[in-house]
């Protein structure tokens, strides 16, 4: 039995392609790679500069994919029930940049003299505090690390535990992260970007949505492949799962976008997909190429890009590999793994 099929009918978006779904759109249609040299993406905070000072970066991304999230869905929170909108966040590594900062002042000073901003920067979870206080929501609220925020968001609506849900990640740039995995054999030839997403789910019927949330799939891989290798025996593990959801969702899979980011893993997870799936499916696994490999932020990213993809009935040419204008693409599977090692799998369906 399938849960209910919650609607996507917002994004917001921070990745170095751009900052709307026109910008993002409009890179991918046309092919075109932007180079980013200083490893942040560059946006414009929606805040006052006095509400700016008691947040960092990590947060404010989090506000401005929110604030754009519900812009695009053409949503004024002020109209709805402040307790029935939720904020559903992931990250993978959190607040880098403040944490390394907080371990500064502590190492090189008094820590009774640290900065209380910086320190209450340092929890994860700041980020949704900042969002529900500049947006009025009082919903159910959490941050998940390494985990799958738009499937614990889609089970909280089919509990009826909230009419429209702010879901998605964040994960802010940081050079010494940045430089750990460039020193890591596994992640050294990886094109590792910033990104934030937001998302608007609802439960409620919308004309105008991007696509509906069927279901998903979570399967231990057994490593994060930008840190270690998994065994083959949890590999063949996680195909097998996948063969049983697919089975299980019966919704035929006209598109796949895999995690493919330059990693070891590619070959065996288009391997995989390609057992399972068959050969009329179209593969794209060359969306980071544009967008980078945006750590806690990938699988988010991915289902932004399939989202305006179903909702236009097309995929661009330079990820599809083919022309697919008018061809029939109305559900799309969407792929994709975490720094804990779990494998993901989000089946989209185009509306009807």
Not at 4 to 26: A, F, P, S
Not at 183 to 212: M, Q, W
Request: hydrophobic fraction near 40%; aromatic fraction near 8%; charged fraction near 20%.
């Amino acid at each position: 039995m399938h849960m209910k099929e919650i609607q996507i009918i917002g994004i917001g978006m921070i990745n170095r392609t751009g900052n709307t779904i026109d910008d993002v759109w409009n890179c991918l249609t046309s092919g075109t790679t932007v180079e980013n040299t200083t490893g942040k993406a560059e946006y414009v905070s929606v805040l006052p500069l006095r509400r700016q000072r008691r947040m960092n970066r990590y947060s404010d991304m989090a506000v401005y994919v929110s604030y754009k999230a519900l812009d695009d869905a053409d949503i004024a929170v002020d109209s709805l029930d402040p307790y029935r909108i939720g904020t559903i966040f992931s990250t993978g590594y959190g607040p880098m940049e403040s944490n390394l900062s907080f371990a500064g002042m502590v190492l090189d000073g008094d820590p009774d003299l640290c900065s209380p901003t910086v320190f209450a920067n340092t929890v994860s979870n700041a980020c949704i505090g900042h969002v529900c206080m500049n947006l009025g929501c009082k919903g159910v609220s959490t941050i998940v690390m390494g985990s799958n925020s738009v499937g614990y968001a889609q089970m909280l609506l089919d509990k009826d535990d909230a009419d429209y849900i702010l879901s998605g990640s964040v994960e802010e740039y940081n050079e010494a992260l940045y430089q750990c995995l460039k020193h890591n054999p596994y992640s050294a030839d990886i094109d590792i970007a910033e990104a934030a997403v937001g998302f608007l789910l609802t439960k409620e019927e919308k004309k105008d949505a991007y696509c509906r949330l069927i279901d998903f799939m979570e399967c231990d891989l057994g490593a994060y492949p930008l840190i270690n290798r998994a065994e083959a025996s949890d590999i063949k593990a996680v195909e097998t799962a996948l063969g049983h959801f697919l089975d299980k969702c019966d919704f035929p899979v006209d598109a796949v976008f895999s995690a493919g980011n330059n990693s070891w893993f590619d070959k065996y997870e288009s391997g995989m997909l390609r057992r399972v799936l068959g050969k009329e499916v179209i593969y794209v696994d060359g969306l980071k190429k544009y967008v980078g490999e945006t750590l806690g932020s990938s699988l988010s990213v991915s289902i932004a890009v399939a989202a305006v993809c179903l909702k236009k009935q097309t995929i661009p040419e330079s990820l599809a590999g083919i022309k697919t204008e008018g061809a029939a693409v109305r559900t799309i599977l969407v792929t994709g793994y975490d720094v804990t090692g779990n494998y993901v799998a989000y089946l989209l369906s185009g509306r009807e």
